[in-house]
């Protein structure tokens, strides 16, 4: 039986994209070789990194817009320390939303001056800071558009001068945004994307080439930039998967049409959140995640029952982080209305048992 698959992160994908990737592993394009021992200077795979990159800005909306697209290994952690080192001359502004800002301003420490501009922290990451002021002379003010762990999403971005810097791994291509606010977005593959493996940057180029450090080539954006995300043997895999994803969006209607399923799945699961006494939701309502449903049992001695009637009926994934606890539905672009439905109907089995 398919499971419904609420993992976090590496998580659930369209199928079709699994069944063409599977094929392409075995035969790419009937090809008579494998997708994973071609060159990547090969004419099949230099096209799907062409592709990848140009889907990736089309359904962002950024095409012809000053932008580059680039698939990067090190996952969203190396850009940590890589958007600093490409960014940081000086003094940078951080918003503290929750365990990834917190690493993000962890490695960003190491190349200037951070300023963190508002936090969550005082409240164990439930809300989303607003109304706190940007100081002048920032080389960027770094933002994690949806924290994974929390639950919680910006809903409204700052307005600044300043480039608006966003770690968007787990709800990229999931909502409509002006993505043009932004001078660069970084998101590891595996939520809205594909497998572990690649991160996809868009970058505004001209944003670059303003700190006075030498940068080494792998962490140099201009040089990726340069070597159309080629410059070392991309992790071909990832980014085929990437752009099957990219693909399959697409044809489904692209950002648009996926934000209206998303909506109806997050509407479901809120409202049986809100109405069912036996579960309690973590994050502020105003500030919750459309990816990311975090809640609790209001009653402990519940868990072995609920647990239980979870695997079933082949719900997985939906424990907590570890930092905590409770619960955690993901549901991200590939999730299917369906399988909130198959949750909900559980929580709501939970009340009716008493
Ligand atoms: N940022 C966010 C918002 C994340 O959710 C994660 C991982 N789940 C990371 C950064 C770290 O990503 P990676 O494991 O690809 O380094």
């Not at 951070?114 to 002021?133: H, L, M, Q, T, W």
């Not at 700052?158 to 770690?167: E, H, N, R, W």
């Not at 070597?227 to 994803?245: D, G, H, I, Q, R």
């Not at 459309?290 to 519940?302: Q, V």
Request: overall charge negative; proline content about 3%.
């Amino acid at each position: 039986m398919k499971k419904h698959n609420f993992s976090a992160g590496p998580c659930v994908l369209p199928q079709e994209v699994i069944a063409k990737a599977s094929a392409a592993v075995t035969d790419l394009d009937n090809s008579g070789l494998s997708l994973i021992e071609i060159s990547h200077r090969s004419h099949a795979f230099v096209e799907v990194m062409e592709k990848a990159r140009s889907l990736a800005l089309e359904l962002l909306g950024l095409e012809g817009k000053g932008y580059t697209a680039l698939f990067l290994q090190g996952g969203a952690s190396l850009e940590f320390l890589m958007v600093a080192y490409n960014l940081l001359e000086t003094k940078a502004g951080y918003l503290n939303t929750g365990t990834w800002s917190d690493k993000a301003i962890k490695e960003a420490k190491l190349f200037g001056e951070i300023v963190e501009v508002g936090s969550s922290k005082d409240k164990n990451f439930k809300y989303i800071p607003k109304g706190y002021a940007v100081p002048s002379g920032l080389d960027y003010l770094h933002v994690t558009s949806n924290n994974t762990i929390f639950g919680t999403q910006i809903k409204e971005f700052p307005k600044t001068d300043t480039p608006l810097v966003c770690d968007m791994s787990s709800d990229i291509f999931s909502r409509k945004l002006d993505f043009s606010q932004f001078g660069l977005i970084y998101a590891g593959a595996q939520k809205n994307m594909g497998p572990a493996g690649t991160t996809l940057i868009v970058v505004k180029n001209d944003i670059l080439g303003k700190v006075s450090r030498k940068i080494p080539s792998m962490l140099d954006y201009q040089v990726h930039i340069d070597k159309e995300s080629m410059f070392n043997t991309p992790a071909v895999f990832p980014v085929y998967v990437s752009m099957l994803t990219l693909e399959w969006l697409k044809n489904l209607g692209g950002i648009a049409a996926i934000e209206e399923i998303n909506e109806k799945k997050a509407q479901l699961i809120y409202s049986e959140i809100d109405l069912n006494p036996v579960f309690e939701g973590f994050a502020s309502k105003e500030d919750r995640s459309t990816m990311n449903a975090t809640f609790t049992l209001t009653d402990e001695k519940l868990k072995g029952s609920f647990d239980a009637m979870c695997k079933e009926a082949g719900v997985v994934g939906i424990n907590g982080h570890r930092s905590i606890g409770g619960y955690r539905a993901s549901m991200y672009n590939a999730l299917s209305l369906e399988s909130v439905g198959v949750l909900v109907d559980i929580m709501s089995e939970m009340e009716r048992k008493g």
